[in-house]
């Protein structure tokens, strides 16, 4: 029987959420035109669509944010965020930003350009994207296991550094910045190795390439390194993130992630004086002054809190069991998923639950569609629904998994939410022959999983 971890906290504020009936939310996703983006929050009565600013806040959080300092420069919350920046990853220079994306609009034009090229474990769609808006192309990089999903490694969010070697070698000078994901999102939540870090970041200075840290999910990692990698076990959680920030020259953050915010990002900096001077230029221009970066002091107060309540090993320990402990009762019931659990959700195999559907009738929507009728709960679909079609025939590709992530807001859910949303897998199973794909009716030219209307066939 799997396992599950106790909450290391007590519940002091609470939320209404509330089951429609099956008949409501049959025609609530109809209206919706079967696109889960559709959906009203209100009709929803557990929303693992992301666990992106989805984040409960401590109650010291709620404190922070009466204390926000909300001066327009100087304000005293900024410096003590930076108080606690320094502390953590020993960088000399950091910027708040508004979120992650900001992050990557204000560094990367100074990184990359026309005719430049820059090499990922994995790239996320809004990284890849700000790569691509400063004129350079993005190229991933990731191990073989990750394109496994039965396969069970340690850690399978690693960059390849053999084929890192081969694309410097291909594109030499043309190379303006290498990324690491940690953990390696669109690779499910699975996570890079500190020996891994240690090598790239050997590749990296060799060559002369910035290095830079996509720091999102830092603390799930430095998690998975103290549990998973030698010699790391009897290090604290604060010493390994000094370390795997040590081996990069520069870091992006979101916020909303890891450092348990509902919005935020940052920007550090190692010992660039010449690159932070531009940073904070571009900051000014595009985000706001110096000392509030786009956010509130209130904000960047819950944002110093967050970071350090982000390294409590009895939270850590009770976040990545609890993704665990879902992946263990879906296992029992015989649903195949994604091995092992990375760090922020499940991806469940719904090309393996739903054979009968082909790629091009998407069963990892099918499947999630079929979880928000059968329990209210919303899932997101990470496969060729998403992929979209090839830019020049039109055609719909065929995405390498069908997956239906299950991810996993922190700190928000308890062990009888998990439960009920194994069980609902485990009814939807039972029936799993009846389950019919879909077909697009409308569709946006980009991003259209957002927008997309579809209809059941
Ligand atoms: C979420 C995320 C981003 C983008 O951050 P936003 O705060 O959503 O703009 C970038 N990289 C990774 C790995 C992420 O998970």
Redesign the pocket.
């Known amino acids: 029987m799997a396992k599950y971890i106790p909450e290391p906290f007590r519940i002091k504020a609470v939320e209404r959420i509330r089951l429609l009936s099956r008949e409501e939310r049959t025609e609530r996703i109809k209206e919706a035109h079967y696109n889960l983006f559709n959906l009203k929050s209100e009709d929803i009565y557990i929303d693992l669509l992301t666990d992106?600013?989805t984040n409960a806040m401590s109650s010291e959080q709620w404190a922070g944010i009466m204390n926000g300092d909300e001066a327009y420069a100087g304000s005293k919350s900024f410096q003590s965020l930076l108080e606690v920046c320094h502390d953590i990853f020993r960088y000399r220079h950091f910027q708040p930003v508004?979120?992650?994306?900001?992050?990557?609009k204000v560094l990367f034009p100074l990184l990359l350009g026309e005719g430049k090229y820059a090499i990922a474990n994995t790239?996320?769609?809004?990284?890849r994207a700000h790569v691509e808006l400063a004129g350079a192309k993005a190229l991933d990089a990731v191990v073989p296991e990750a394109k496994e999903p039965n396969l069970d490694a340690p850690f399978k969010g690693n960059m390849d550094t053999e084929k890192l070697l081969c694309l410097i070698e291909e594109y030499r000078r043309k190379i303006g910045l290498i990324v690491m994901?940690?953990?390696?999102?669109?690779a499910g939540g699975q996570p890079v190795s500190m020996a891994n870090l240690r090598a790239v970041s050997k590749i990296a200075k060799e060559h002369g390439i910035p290095f830079c840290l996509?720091?999102?999910?830092f603390s799930e990692n430095a998690y998975f390194i103290k549990e998973r990698e030698a010699d790391y076990e009897n290090k604290s959680l604060k010493e390994i993130v000094r370390e795997m920030f040590s081996y990069a020259d520069m870091f992006?953050?979101?916020?909303?992630?890891d450092a348990l915010l509902n919005?935020?990002?940052l920007i550090g900096i190692k010992d660039d004086e010449e690159l932070y001077r531009k940073v904070a230029t571009r900051t000014i221009s595009y985000e706001g002054f110096l000392s509030y970066g786009g956010l509130a002091g209130r904000d960047l107060e819950a944002m110093r809190i967050g970071l350090l309540e982000a390294l409590d090993p009895a939270y850590l320990r009770f976040r990545i069991g609890q993704v665990r402990y879902l992946l263990e009762r879906l296992e029992e019931a015989g649903i195949p998923c994604q091995k092992p659990s990375g760090g922020h959700g499940v991806f469940v195999d719904a090309k393996g639950l739903l054979p009968h559907i082909p790629y091009h009738q998407f069963p990892g929507h099918a499947l999630a569609v079929e979880l928000y009728i059968e329990a209210g709960i919303r899932s997101c679909e990470i496969g060729s629904f998403l992929l979209g079609r090839d830019p020049e025939t039109g055609e719909q590709l065929e995405a390498e998994f069908e997956f239906t992530r299950l991810a996993i807001p922190r700190r928000v859910y308890t062990q009888t939410h998990l439960d009920y949303v194994a069980d609902a897998l485990a009814e939807i199973k039972k029936r799993r022959e009846t389950i019919k794909g879909y077909e697009i009716v409308w569709e946006p030219p980009v991003l259209r999983h957002f927008q997309a209307k579809l209809n059941a066939l």
Do not use: L
């Open positions: 992106s600013g508004h979120q992650g994306r900001a992050a990557e790239f996320f769609d809004t990284t994901t940690v953990t390696n999102n669109s996509d720091a999102a999910r992006t953050m979101s916020a909303k992630k919005i935020g990002g």
